[in-house]
């Protein structure tokens, strides 16, 4: 039965690229769309972009990143790792202080394979949570499962605690944490760059600091062309249509 494993595991692994978990339960991404349980993207006609960071913090890149929003006056969004946050909890702090949003990506980076312990699920959403609106203040409102793995339990289970599932366009997953070279994570941003855009990212990856070196180059020409980076909730409040019900800002 060897070639069917490897078909299988060929076919699973295509499916997790395209992100769509390869368990039982899940639906299409229009399904989800419609029903503002997973947002990829946020279509519109204003020039508004969401980069989102996630795994962090890092002391070693995290403060860079701050220092390259600034510059050019831009927000993003943090999926913050629970644990790493108890870490550093002042490069949390100032991810809030200076008007970036903070958002949940488990406490331990957990992968929800299917086969994951209902009480696991929650413990990683809430601790996390629980640190999160803690340190920064913010009740943290999105939720992304690492390696952009959900079904039916996660989405569930994130919804009945006020979070929405967040992922990211699939044009614009940089794969920055492979450390692909600088010039190719500048180039999948920039040459696909349009209104609505979620920005997948990474300011913690082991030993590598292209992410940063990119963003020196980024920033400029996205502000060049007349985008704005916004944070998610923010480009949340410009969408056409959008089914995500926002609530009171925390
Ligand atoms: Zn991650």
Redesign the pocket.
């Known amino acids: 039965m060897r070639p069917t494993g490897i078909a299988l595991l060929a076919l699973s692994a295509l499916l997790a690229t395209s992100g769509f978990a390869p368990y039982p339960q899940t639906n299409s991404r229009k399904h989800y769309e419609s029903r503002g349980e997973i947002v990829w993207e946020v279509p519109m006609d204003e020039k508004l972009i969401a980069l989102t960071f996630?795994?962090g913090p890092d002391p070693k890149t995290t403060e860079r990143i701050l220092d390259l929003l600034a510059k050019y006056e831009a927000k993003a969004t943090f999926f913050v790792v629970g644990r790493r946050a108890e870490r550093f909890p002042e490069i949390v702090r100032r991810e809030a202080l200076e008007g970036h949003e903070v958002a949940n990506?488990t406490y331990t980076?957990m992968y929800f394979n299917g086969r994951n312990r209902l009480q696991d699920i929650a413990s990683e959403m809430d601790r996390t949570g629980e640190k999160l609106t803690e340190i920064s203040g913010q009740q943290p409102r999105w939720f992304r499962p690492?390696?952009g793995f959900y079904n039916e339990t996660v989405i569930r289970m994130a919804k009945e605690r006020g979070y929405t599932v967040i992922l990211w366009s699939w044009h614009q997953d940089t794969r920055d944490w492979v450390a692909p070279g600088v010039g190719r994570i500048v180039r999948k941003v920039l040459t696909n760059a349009r209104n609505g855009d979620i920005v997948l990212m990474h300011d913690h990856v082991e030993g590598s600091t292209q992410t940063v070196e990119a963003l020196e180059q980024i920033l400029p020409e996205l502000s060049r062309r007349g985008y704005r980076m916004v944070t998610v909730s923010e480009l949340m409040r410009h969408g056409k249509s959008n089914p995500v019900r926002l609530g009171n800002p925390h």
């Open positions: 996630d795994d990506h980076h690492p390696g």
